[in-house]
Structure formats: C-alpha cells, structure tokens
C-alpha cells in the first residue's frame, strides 16, 4: 500500500466550478502536510500548507482529519490557470523533528475547460 | 525563498555511461534532497544529500549507483552511474527553507 494516496482522477470541470481533491496517508509519523501544483513539465511547487483546523487560501481550501488520516482540497469558483497536477503530500517526521522527507501522493489531474 | 539551478536540464546517454546532475541553491541551505520522477508517475525520494558526510539513501536506492556530493550549503551533485534505459526519468533537487521545500526544474534524462 502506498504510503500516500490520492484520487486517481482526471478530474475535467468546466469554469467556476467547484472541485474536492481527496488524499489519504498510511504513515502516521507524517505531521505534516501539503498540497503542492505540478503543471505540465515544469517542478512542483508549494500550494498550501495543511492544518488539522482546516485553512483557506482564497478560493484553496484545505482540511486534515488526523483520526480518519484523511487530506482534502478544495477549490471554488476554478480558474483554466488551475489546470495542474495537484500533489498530496506527507513530510515524514518523528519525535518532532521534521527531515524533510517527502512522500507525495500519485496526483491528479485537473483540467478546467471553458 | 530558494531559486535552484540544475545543470543540465536534458540529456540523452547510452547505456553504460555515467551522467552527474549540478544542482545550486542561491542561498545557504541545511537540507538538500535528490528526487527521481518516472514517466507519468509521481516523485521519488532518492536520497537526503548531507553536508560534510555521506548522503542518506532510501530504500531500493544504493551510493553505488547514485552517488551523490554535498561540497557546502549551496551545491550538490548526483551522479547516475552505469545507465540503463529504466534509468530514464527526470532528477530534481530540492532545498529546504523555514518555510517550504523548494524544488529545482529537473534533469530530464533519457537512456538509450
């Protein structure tokens, strides 16, 4: 099983959309967590932090729920530049120290039409 | 922020061969890390690349067949030795700040 898993998608919306991205984590020594955009051929980067309470980054918003190890994203009212590849993914840590091992999800795809 | 730099950005080898991929960090960083990403798949830690000591691999990764340099905060290199096409991918460095994992555009390397 991997250790970070994701929705396997694509997902295809048309503008203004809403659209849910669902990620579950097996590792339980990973404490943190993020969403990070790959687009097409180029590096991921860093989308958003996720936090148990749950935080928002303009129309991003996105959850952690420790006791079902569950990530979600959500993003409102979806632009075409948010075509990407989301990527969940886990910063293995232990006793508090981060090491900044990363474990990303497959990702999924989105593509938002006009 | 951390702009990174990697050299060269593609290249095309024959099998056997070895190719070492330059990564630079525009500031000094504690934590650097080597990432491999298949085709169509997601990335892949390789390898947490230590300053003054020997990188630390990960499971099903071996020195051997990627050796990997960490000379100061700035630079690091990863060579990938004895190349088969499986070998085929893209290699991104990444720098760790306070804030957020950087990532450099990759190495895109195609083994023929």
């Known amino acids: 099983r991997k250790e970070v898993e994701q929705d396997p998608g694509p997902f295809n919306v048309p503008e203004g959309a809403t659209v849910a991205f669902n990620c579950t984590y097996s590792n339980s020594a990973s404490q943190s967590f993020f969403w990070y955009r790959q687009d097409c051929r180029k590096e991921p980067k860093l989308l958003m932090s996720?936090?148990?309470s749950g935080n928002e980054d303009g129309r991003f918003t996105a959850q952690l729920n420790r006791a079902s190890q569950y990530i979600s994203l959500l993003i409102r009212d979806s632009k075409l530049s948010d075509s990407a590849t989301y990527l969940c993914?886990?910063?293995?840590?232990?006793?508090?120290?981060?090491?900044?091992?990363?474990?990303f999800g497959q990702g999924t795809i989105l593509t938002v039409h006009p | 922020s951390a702009v990174i730099s990697q050299k060269p950005s593609r290249d095309i080898c024959q099998r056997g061969t070895s190719l070492t991929i330059q990564c630079q960090v525009d500031s000094q960083v504690t934590m650097m890390f080597w990432y491999r990403q298949q085709p169509g798949q997601s990335l892949t830690l390789i390898a947490t690349?230590?300053?003054?000591?020997?990188?630390?691999?990960e499971s099903g990764f071996v020195i051997d067949k990627f050796p990997i340099s960490r000379p100061n905060l700035t630079f690091s290199t990863l060579t990938v030795s004895n190349m088969s096409p499986e070998d085929s991918s893209i290699y991104l460095c990444s720098a760790e700040t306070v804030y957020e994992q950087y990532f450099g555009p990759g190495t895109r390397l195609t083994v023929t």
């Open positions: 690349a230590n300053q003054g000591s020997e990188a630390t691999y």
């Open positions: 993914v886990g910063d293995y840590n232990a006793g508090g120290t981060s090491y900044g091992k990363l474990t």
């Open positions: 996720v936090y148990s």
